[in-house]
């Protein structure tokens, strides 16, 4: 739960790097809480939750993404890759289950802690 805090409190700083344990975390919360609110929705009969709740995160979830993608020494302009049937979806799948770069512009390395 510490992970996805963490991702709405930087909702909107799509600079720096995220781990791959940070996004994957957010990513399985999310999908949890969207996946319990279809449940709620069937068994009261109101549908709109999970719609709420798709505005609610996607800035943060694009955020994460963005700084996923700096992690592994990627430009944010390859999201577009997405965009690509099938193996835009591989390509960028594979990008976010790389490990970390060490030599980065992005910024240190989250894995390694910072020299002071």
């Known amino acids: 739960m510490e992970y996805f805090t963490l991702a709405l409190k930087k909702y909107a700083d799509f600079s720096g790097r995220a781990r791959r344990k940070e996004y994957w975390m957010f990513t399985l919360i999310a999908l949890l809480f969207h996946l319990s609110l279809i449940v709620i929705e069937a068994a009261i009969g109101f549908m709109g939750l999970s719609i709420l709740f798709s505005l609610f995160i996607f800035i943060p979830s694009l955020s994460i993404l963005v700084r996923r993608l700096h992690d592994t020494n990627h430009s944010a302009w390859w999201l577009l ?36």
């Open 81 to 116: 890759i997405g965009l690509v049937p099938v193996c835009g979806a591989i390509a960028l799948f594979i990008f976010l289950v790389l490990d970390s770069d060490d030599a980065n512009p992005y910024g240190f390395n989250p894995k390694a802690s910072p020299v002071f």
